[in-house]
């Protein structure tokens, strides 16, 4: 799979719209337990070492459920169990076990401790929205079909590569026959329906049909519209919608019809204790950061972040980091290196504070050193 192809980008981690609550990004039975790449964010990478002693069994125990059809109940249950583990053991301010289970035959599970220290300042989202929005012309029931059928043919392998795109974001396409009369009706009802979408985006207490709102936005005429919509609900408190909304600015700045916007507010999501958030707003600074107008606020304000970020396993998330530094200096380094990035940004004024690193013995006791055989 090509990271830099911006549909396949965007089917990346779909089903987390309906799976959300294992947080895992596609369905297909693994084997029970196998893990690949283990990180640890919001704490130094060091600490991952202890995490793996303490409550790696835990973990695995937790990916088995997750992989497992039919163990959704259980899986939720074994990851609030490890959360509140972690979290007691360490005093953290809070903690999300993070599972990623790819389409790809024969890929194992990545795992992400995402740690909150006490004291650090979280995101502040928007208020809990409180209204029932009435779907307007059918369009929220239309595109939760479209994201079934498509998903469904997707993993079937119908759906082309680089399905053509006739919105400003695109999931599946619409060139399946079992697709084109919804891509024709999001065509024809969005723009008609747009104020009642907007309310629905805004508004609207269920959280699914907020991100469902978000996606039928994209079908606007006007670039500019769409983003001008979007932008606000970048703060929105359901993970699953904040997915939505950069999914779609990040395909929209990876086409270059995002240069009027500021990357400000996408900012703070690079160091989000949500790795849905970081992957999707590191996405979209890498797509902004080649534009020199945006050089120096993002070398101050997200150079220490990227490189965080290049520390990771996840190449969703390394690599969309390293090219926005490679952009924002104008060459790569050589070597390239957390550690020569870092000296970079020093040399720019810019310098990037240590994380906590939780060393041996902070998390659960050291088991004592077997004992030596009595000499004969």
């Known amino acids: 799979m090509d990271r830099r192809n911006p549909i396949k980008l965007s089917r990346i981690g779909i089903l987390t719209l309906s799976l959300c609550v294992l947080r895992i990004t596609a369905a297909r039975p693994l084997e029970p337990g196998k893990l690949g790449n283990v990180d640890v964010f919001g704490v130094a990478p060091g600490s991952v070492a202890e995490l793996e002693r303490c409550f790696g069994v835990a973990a695995r125990e937790y990916v088995a459920a997750a992989s497992t059809p039919g163990q959704g109940a259980h899986a939720r249950e074994l990851e609030a169990k490890l959360e509140q583990r972690i979290k007691e053991a360490g ?189 999707k707003a590191v996405s979209i600074v890498a797509a902004l950061a080649g534009d020199k107008r945006n050089r120096k606020l993002l070398i101050q304000r997200s150079g220490c972040n990227l490189v965080r970020l290049t520390e990771l396993k996840q190449t969703n998330q390394t690599e969309f980091a390293h090219d926005a530094l490679v952009n924002l200096r104008g060459a790569d380094l050589k070597p390239s290196s957390p550690a020569a990035w870092r000296r970079w940004l020093k040399a720019q004024g810019v310098t990037c504070r240590a994380e906590p690193e939780i060393g041996p013995g902070k998390l659960c006791p050291l088991k004592p050193p077997a004992a030596l055989p009595a000499s004969q």
């Open 91 to 279: 005093g953290f301010a809070a903690v999300e076990v993070t599972a990623v289970h790819y389409s790809q035959p024969n890929v194992p599970s990545n795992l992400t401790f995402n740690i909150t220290v006490a004291g650090k300042k979280p995101v502040e989202y928007l208020p809990e929205p409180m209204d029932d929005v009435l779907d307007p012309d059918g369009l929220l029931a239309s595109w939760r079909e479209y994201e079934t059928i498509g998903s469904a043919l997707d993993y079937a392998g119908q759906i082309a590569e680089s399905p053509p795109c006739p919105a400003h974001h695109c999931l599946y396409g619409f060139d399946h026959p079992k697709l084109r009369a919804y891509g024709e009706k999001f065509a024809q009802k969005v723009p008609a329906d747009r104020a009642e979408l907007i309310k629905v985006l805004k508004t609207d207490k269920d959280a699914k049909k907020r991100a469902s709102a978000a996606y039928l936005l994209a079908h606007l005429q006007d670039a500019r519209d769409v983003l001008e919509t979007l932008l606000p609900q970048l703060r929105d408190p359901s993970p699953n919608v904040r997915n939505s909304v950069m999914r779609v600015v990040a395909l929209m700045a990876e086409h270059g019809e995002a240069r009027s916007i500021s990357p400000e507010p996408v900012l703070p999501f690079l160091a989000s204790p949500v790795l849905t958030d970081r992957n």
